[in-house]
């Protein structure tokens, strides 16, 4: 399998008044294509951090990272900005929607930063992913009108819209019980299947063993990698609300 992305030596110090903090302490990594990685370890210990300098969200203060082949550490921003619009699909604990906007809206909203123009074919790509991830009944509620499990359907269609090909999650059950939480993990998990790498941060045994390899952080750096040889799979049907057929049409045409 191809990587499709790698950090060298990658560190990132916060400079507070009179102190440096060392969040991440010099990791290397390599994802590969299609593998599903779930970032644990305790508080502090630099998972954020390292799930942000991922995301281009923040810059390392050194070391390398390669996104799809290129070199992303140093890039300007606008560069950087498109690359991450092209490669990169965000999903919060806090689910981050517009609480003015509706579900369609909120899942075009990465278009808008974009500068893309909408129009009927981007709509309708939008009501189809509200409908993959079973919101088809939903598509002018707001956000207040929807429970913390569909606000968290909202957000993995909206981290969609772009089809990129990495969708990084930090925490995204973190604020859901436990029967909801297996709702989104089988929606992650599908979507993985349909061939997105995803890399999500949790702190949860329960949501890590949906993984295929688990990466523990400590004090900044990596504690031990291990492949998980049985991934959590959800029995079809108790769970779903995935629109499994709308998964081919909108989720696995893979052009990058
Ligand atoms: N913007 C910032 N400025 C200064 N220090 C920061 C900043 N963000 C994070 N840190 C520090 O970096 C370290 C790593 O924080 P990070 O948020 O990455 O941890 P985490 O593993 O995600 O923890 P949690 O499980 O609590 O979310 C911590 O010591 C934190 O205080
Ligand atoms: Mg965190």
Redesign the pocket.
Known sequence: MASVLKIIDLA?V???ETVL????KGVTLEVEEGDFVALM????????????LLGCL?RPTNGQYFLAGQDVARMEDDQLSNIRSRYLGFIFQQYNLLPQYTVVENIEIPLLYQGAKLSNSTTNRCIGLAKLVGLGNRLDHRPMQLSGGQQQRVAIARSLVNDPAVILA??PTGNLDSRTSDEIMHLLSKLNEAGKTIIM?T?ENDIASWAKRIVR?RD?VIESDVRNEKPTVSIEGATSTIQTELLESLVLHQSK
């Open positions: 990132k916060y400079s507070l903090v060392y969040a991440v370890g305790p508080s502090g210990s630099g998972k954020s951090t390292l799930l942000n923040d930090d925490e941060v702190h952080m900044g």
